[in-house]
């Protein structure tokens, strides 16, 4: 059987504080490691989505409205549902590993990095979806 979890994957949050939440898988790990003896993958999403734009409104409240507030966080595999939709989000590797996100300084400036990407897809109007809340 093939691999569900992989790079690139919108996955929704099903437990803890974002739950209910967008992600894209950026690094998984099947098999599990020493400390994680379960499968787990390093995800980035949105924990406050951009708000309603609408043409009437100035430039200044579109750009204060499109913001969006990302997180980054490793999770169980058991606890993501894989979309049948993809996100090409070209991250620097090197910021993106398990010890540096345990780092406050290093995991602020993946932070301020994926933001970055993230409002850049968003502006360019491609996966709506993944920038949407959840209606269920």
Known sequence: MGRIVKPGK???VLNGRYAGRKA???KSQEEGTGERPYGHALVVGISRYPKKVT???GKKKQNKRSKIK???KVYNCNHLQPTRYQLD???DKELFNKNSIKDPAQ???ALSQVKEKLEEKYKTAK???FFQKLRI
């Open 24 to 26: 894209v898988i950026i």
């Open 70 to 72: 990302p997180f980054v």
């Open 107 to 109: 995991k602020r400036k």
């Open 127 to 129: 996966s709506r979806w």
């Open 89 to 91: 989000l070209s991250v």
């Open 10 to 12: 919108v996955v929704l």
């Open 55 to 57: 043409k009437s409104m």
